[in-house]
């Protein structure tokens, strides 16, 4: 059965800091990969997707990720964050395209000013 | 972009009663729709997979009996909590599929029984 990891529980940077959320996942064969973003009281929001080609996808608001196929991981990165980033970020995965996504735990991101 | 429309937004019952969530693709036909369901600080978990006009697919321990769920038209699918208990509340989130991909995610219901 397939599964995501999260690695990050709860982050804690400052405005303009670096951010990396480690992503991995458990599946042998071919794999879509997203990130969603939650903000507080809202719904969820794709940020970005893989489905094949280039492993570096770029998403929205600055965000991307990375597919590492011998890692099994799909981190997500932003060069320097915003307070506005304050959410909860997951990582996901289906197997095959329109199926169910399997949600990681989750991240919850804090950006101070 | 594709919008999924959930309602209500927030429901509180009392023990024994059944509450009904409807989930509605507004501007596109969703042939599939899954229901899942989030508890705080937990991630989320698939309850089902609707399709449009057959029977749910039920995740190993989602109660079929307590969770009914039905996908009547393409873009209407609704989610029954039956003699909701305490346990049952939780913040319900349905998606649907546009085509293939990406699966477009309604604001979610927030059930709490009392």
């Known amino acids: 059965a397939q599964s995501v990891s999260q690695h990050n529980h709860h982050v804690i940077l400052s405005e303009a800091a670096s951010l990396e959320l480690g992503c991995n996942y458990s599946?042998?064969?071919?794999?879509?990969l997203f990130w969603y973003v939650q903000y507080p009281g809202q719904h969820l929001q794709l940020l970005l997707k893989y489905f094949s080609g280039d492993p570096l996808v770029k998403g929205i608001k600055g965000f991307e990720a990375e597919f590492i196929k011998s890692k099994f991981s799909f981190n997500l990165r932003k060069p320097s964050v915003q307070w506005s980033d304050t959410a909860e970020y997951f990582c996901?995965?289906?197997?095959?395209?329109?199926?169910?996504?399997?949600f990681g735990k989750g991240t919850t991101l804090s950006v101070s000013s | 972009g594709a919008v999924v429309s959930q309602h209500p937004s927030r429901v509180i019952c009392k023990s024994g009663t059944s509450v009904k969530i409807e989930c509605r693709s507004l501007?596109?036909?969703?042939?599939?729709m899954f229901w899942y369901r989030q508890f705080p600080k937990q991630s989320l978990m698939l309850m089902a997979t609707?399709?449009?006009?057959?029977?749910?697919?039920?995740e190993q321990g989602v109660e079929k009996d307590k969770f009914l769920i039905n996908h009547a038209s393409l873009t209407l699918s609704t989610l029954t909590v039956t003699s909701a208990h305490p346990e049952d509340s939780s913040f319900y989130i349905c998606?649907?599929?546009?085509?293939?991909?990406?699966?477009?995610f309604g604001n979610g219901t927030r059930l709490t029984v009392t």
């Open positions: 599946y042998g064969g071919t794999v879509n």
């Open positions: 609707s399709n449009e006009g057959s029977k749910a697919t039920y």
């Open positions: 996901a995965v289906n197997a095959q395209a329109g199926t169910a996504l399997i």
């Open positions: 501007d596109f036909q969703a042939t599939t």
């Open positions: 998606s649907a599929r546009d085509g293939v991909s990406p699966l477009h």
